[in-house]
């Protein structure tokens, strides 16, 4: 892992910036489960890989079906709240489809118990499961199956969010404007090199000033570190295209990939190609701002700031 204590440069003082970029619910998993299956051959971590182009593309046959109601009365701000905001029963209909289709495809046996206990739950336990994915306090025996529970709540925000208008969810200091989660990543687009952070589970993206730490917004003393060249060389990927931004002040890191570098990203699943950068920060004593819910086991982060 190499480290750079020099920011990248970017633009400042721009104006009219979008500051949230909504998503298509049926074109986001689909480009899931494509860059997913691009990254597995070859990957250390081919088989979880392709576990999970399956479960994203059980996330778009799901979009596909599935268009959740958007509540009649909606928030000034943070419209699709997800702590606080009532489910549909859309989202279980949503779990329904992405059960259905994994029990009939090849998962590894961790994974087959936990779709079949998931089977079995009535409602209310589902609920509560639910309700524990989104405060991000899943541990133990819940994990597998609330990796899940996770896949089904993103296909139910995502399709909240996909049917909002951006002046619906104005600018919030700290997380998701339309769901106030967690971001996963940031993105560094190709053209005007803006940078935005990607919802955790709604798939909206909002904007954030380059060069600017995402947890505390300190502007100072932060640090560049990317995969050294063997290290990316064994995952097969360009060791540029993605820095784990960590700043002094808080302790904290988010990674952040380069579009330019890589057209094809995909943030969930280029971030899960990736994890051998977050086990080096932990190792140096940084902690993750941010979450993949799919990789909620073992993630060193910060308490949710919302």
């Given at each position: 892992m190499t480290a750079d204590p020099q920011s990248p440069s970017g633009p400042g003082g721009l104006t009219d910036i979008p500051h949230l970029r909504l998503p298509d619910a049926q074109a986001l998993f689909r480009r899931r489960a494509e860059r997913f299956a691009a990254l597995a051959p070859g990957h250390t971590l081919s088989e979880y890989l392709e576990l999970l182009g399956r479960v994203a593309e059980a996330q778009r046959v799901a979009a596909a079906t599935l268009t959740p109601a958007l509540p009649r009365a909606l928030a000034p701000e943070r419209p699709l709240d997800a702590t606080n905001l009532r489910r549909g029963p859309e989202w279980l209909a949503a779990l329904k489809v992405v059960l259905d289709a994994l029990s009939a495809a090849e998962v590894p046996g961790e994974s087959r118990a936990?779709?079949?206990?998931?089977?079995?739950?009535?409602?209310?336990?589902?609920?509560?499961?639910?309700?524990?994915?989104?405060?991000?306090?899943?541990?133990?025996?819940?994990l597998a199956a609330g990796a899940f529970v996770a896949a089904a709540l993103q296909v139910h925000f995502t399709g909240l969010a996909a049917q909002l208008t951006p002046d619906a969810a104005p600018r919030t200091r700290d997380g998701c404007p339309a769901c106030g989660s967690l971001p996963v990543v940031g993105i560094v687009l190709g053209d005007d090199k803006l940078r935005y952070l990607v919802c955790s589970l709604c798939g909206a993206q909002w904007h954030h000033t380059r060069v600017q730490?995402?947890?505390?917004h300190e502007g100072k003393g932060l640090?560049?570190?990317?995969?050294?060249?063997?290290?990316?060389?064994?995952a097969k990927l360009p060791a540029a295209y993605v820095k784990a931004e960590?700043?002094?002040?808080?302790?904290?890191?988010?990674k952040l990939f380069y579009v330019e570098q890589a057209p094809a990203l995909e943030p969930f699943a280029d971030d899960v190609a990736t994890l051998a950068l977050d086990l080096l920060m932990a190792e140096e004593g940084w902690a993750r701002h941010g979450v993949n819910l799919f990789l909620m086991a073992g993630e060193e982060r910060l308490p949710d700031r919302r």
């Open positions: 936990a779709l079949a206990l998931l089977a079995e739950l009535p409602p209310p336990e589902l609920e509560a499961l639910a309700d524990r994915v989104l405060a991000n306090a899943v541990a133990g025996a819940d730490c995402t947890a505390c640090t560049y570190y990317q995969l050294g060249a063997e290290q990316a060389a064994a960590a700043c002094a002040a808080c302790k904290a890191y988010t």
